[in-house]
């Protein structure tokens, strides 16, 4: 008899359908709506029509944790052919709105899969909402992500008759922020995290992004999208060639010695040199934020101009570049809650300490203590673009070398030539910008974080693909290295040392 009770007790409870679903799902404060939704497309609220998804259970609900919170959340479970995974994908920016494409992605890869809002409906550079509502600066910090994780494993549970054997996080920066906070401050909800160029130090990125803003509108500093091209030429010409091989991209530009000042127009000012005001704000960008006890965030890397330096670093005019609106966003709405607040007040030392006491601990993603993620088995792989234009890939090697012991749980990618996330002149696909894994462990991030969780082997290196050209991306420190024959645009013709 204690044996068939025994078994009785350890099977999983009766899966669901999706129509019964919507009266038994109870999810801690919050309300839901259920709706069985059949295969192929499927038109998101105030969206695009969706092609080619399975025929899933939809799951929408909104938590309220505080009295001033609405975090909006959907989860979608495949009607047949559960992988028998969770898939938990996040947001870029400053949020506001459910990641339908990344969900629709993870979907058709036999995931469950879930997104937030984070608790606010508005544009991915709009931060009004926030001016007077820490509660959802708070949902959108960290709590919106966890809410999310915890409704959609209930979601599941009581649609399949069990909770996911495995679940994975995977999104790039800001969502490499919702990433590291996972790791952090809820160790419970993923297996494995994959976090792309993180904004994890919020406070100091967008602090830096004020400095910026103010280098680019001192009188005579602004640098027009034309001439970029020619400081990307002569980084290139000082330090393409250092690593043996000379293929347009600088495979360590955080030791590439270039000086701004070289370029200093002999004669008339022309898009092929710059001026001495223009030098200045150059060195005031790769020095990156300086206060007067030195350096509060690194600078931007050579060698990536044109992968995006001029949305987000020159902008089309002074002073209106991306960096501009989130700096100037987080600082008006969030640090200073006055609308009427001037960016070119601002004081490096002064607003970015108000900033880091009023809401560091809330936003930057930064402890180093992964020690409760790890003795659970988790698997953290961090990746970042050398190029990226909107968040100092310095800042990932700096989380790296700070979390206790990572060789054994963690690594760290470096992408010579890639963007912000994507993009830019070299090798820069490795499936980060898709949710799910393709079974090829090399070729993507996804793959390889699952087989490092579900069968212990840590990865050894990765490869990126660009138009033709490969290259390995290897754990840090380690870089790739040309072995000295063949073409150097395949990577089995490189090696990490």
Request: charge should be neutral.
């Amino acid at each position: 008899m204690r044996a068939w009770l025994f078994l009785l007790t350890a099977l999983p409870a009766a899966a669901a359908t999706c129509e019964s679903l919507a009266s038994t799902l109870a999810i801690p404060h919050s309300t839901v709506t259920v709706t069985a939704v059949p295969a192929g497309a499927f038109t998101p609220p105030g969206g695009q029509p969706i092609a080619g998804l399975p025929a899933f259970c939809r799951v929408q609900g909104s938590a309220k944790p505080t009295a001033d919170s609405d975090i909006q959340f959907e989860v979608w479970m495949p009607a047949s052919g559960w992988n028998g995974k969770f898939q938990g994908v996040g947001n870029g920016g400053f949020a506001g709105a459910i990641s339908w494409g990344q969900m629709a992605m993870a979907l058709r890869k036999g995931y469950a899969t879930a997104s937030t809002d984070t608790g606010h409906r508005a544009g991915g550079t709009d931060a009004s909402w926030a001016l007077g509502h820490p509660e959802k600066v708070t949902d959108f910090g960290h709590r919106a992500i966890h809410e999310t994780a915890v409704a959609a494993k209930a979601a599941i549970a009581a649609f399949y008759g069990e909770g996911p054997k495995r679940s994975y996080f995977n999104s790039c920066s800001n969502g490499g922020r919702q990433a590291l906070m996972e790791a952090q401050r809820y160790p419970g909800d993923y297996d494995g995290i994959v976090a792309g160029a993180p904004a994890a130090y919020w406070t100091h990125l967008t602090a830096n992004g004020v400095w910026v803003a103010n280098a680019m509108s001192e009188p005579g500093a602004y640098i027009p999208p034309s001439k970029l091209p020619a400081i990307e030429a002569a980084a290139l010409a000082a330090c393409d060639a250092k690593d043996g091989v000379k293929d347009g991209l600088i495979d360590r530009p955080d030791q590439c010695e270039f000086k701004p000042a070289t370029l200093l127009c002999k004669e008339a000012e022309s898009d092929a040199c710059l001026t001495a005001a223009q030098v200045t704000g150059l060195e005031k960008i790769l020095g990156g934020l300086r206060g007067a006890k030195g350096r509060m965030q690194p600078g931007f890397m050579v060698g990536g101009m044109t992968a995006g330096w001029a949305e987000w670093i020159t902008g089309p005019t002074p002073g209106r570049s991306l960096a501009y609106s989130f700096g100037n966003g987080f600082f008006t709405n969030i640090v200073q809650g006055d609308k009427a607040w001037d960016y070119r007040s601002f004081n490096p030392d002064r607003d970015t300490e108000k900033a880091d006491e009023k809401w560091g601990p809330v936003l930057n993603a930064i402890d180093p203590d992964l020690s409760k993620f790890r003795a659970r088995g988790g698997k953290l792989i961090l990746y970042h673009g050398w190029s990226d234009a909107a968040i100092s890939p310095v800042n990932a090697i700096d989380y790296y070398r700070s979390v206790k012991d990572p060789s054994g749980f963690t690594q760290l990618y470096m992408v010579p030539g890639m963007g912000h996330c994507a993009g830019g002149p070299g090798p820069n696909n490795f499936g980060q910008g898709t949710v799910g894994a393709s079974g090829d462990a090399e070729h993507d991030v996804n793959a390889a974080i699952e087989r490092w969780v579900e069968q212990g082997v840590a990865p050894t290196r990765l490869i990126a693909t660009r138009e033709g050209r490969s290259r390995p991306l290897c754990p840090w420190p380690q870089t790739a290295r040309y072995k000295g024959t063949g073409s150097t645009d395949e990577a089995a013709n490189f090696e990490c040392k």
